[in-house]
């Protein structure tokens, strides 16, 4: 018996990985149009969370049937998301290229850097919420900077799940190829999975 329930929870995870592995490479292609990032990023967590609650058949068709949930709302948070890191990342070029004196340099790299640490923990709610939630924009994200204040280590900890193949794509020797590998094919799936494995953990979600 203790052999069987082995086996079988052995199957439960691949099958619970072999789903997410799916539903990542949908994830992926549905994130190509850029201005559709949002949308696809929230119903990767849509599905992620269907399997926390057991209901893990036909995950493709949950994915596109949360695909095309509030796509208008997800595209305008795509918008705004996506605005933001562009001015972060022209900020930290901007301080790094352009400002002479070393030691200011550096003094304003590093507050630049944690302000964009701390409102990327802020958004952090904002997707894995999204295709359930009929909040409007503004409200979607203020919701999730609200509990990014009720739970800072949740929020924390979810940033650096969302960091790391940012990380490994700048970073790692083959960076990009190895970040679009292995992201691209079943570790955003894994993070999504991990991510409303916290939330539910914290009591954030049911």
Known sequence: MKALA??????DVMSTIGDLAMV???WA???????????STAALYEVARDIHEGNDAHVLRKFLTAFRRRL???IAVTLVVEAFWALAMFDLWYITHRLSDVTFASLAYGIC?????????G???VFPVMARSGLTVGAQIRQSFAVALAHPLIA???????????????FAPGGPVLAGALWGIVLTGCTAWLVIALMRRAAIIR
């Open 6 to 11: 082995q086996s079988n929870a052995y199957n």
């Open 24 to 26: 990542n490479i949908a």
């Open 29 to 39: 292609v549905c994130c190509l149009p850029i201005v559709t990032a949002s949308t």
């Open 72 to 74: 208008g709302t997800s």
């Open 113 to 121: 850097a944690a302000v964009i640490a701390v409102i990327a923990a």
């Open 123 to 125: 958004l952090s709610f």
């Open 156 to 170: 924390f900890a979810i940033m650096v799940l969302n960091a790391i193949p940012f990380a490994v794509l700048l």
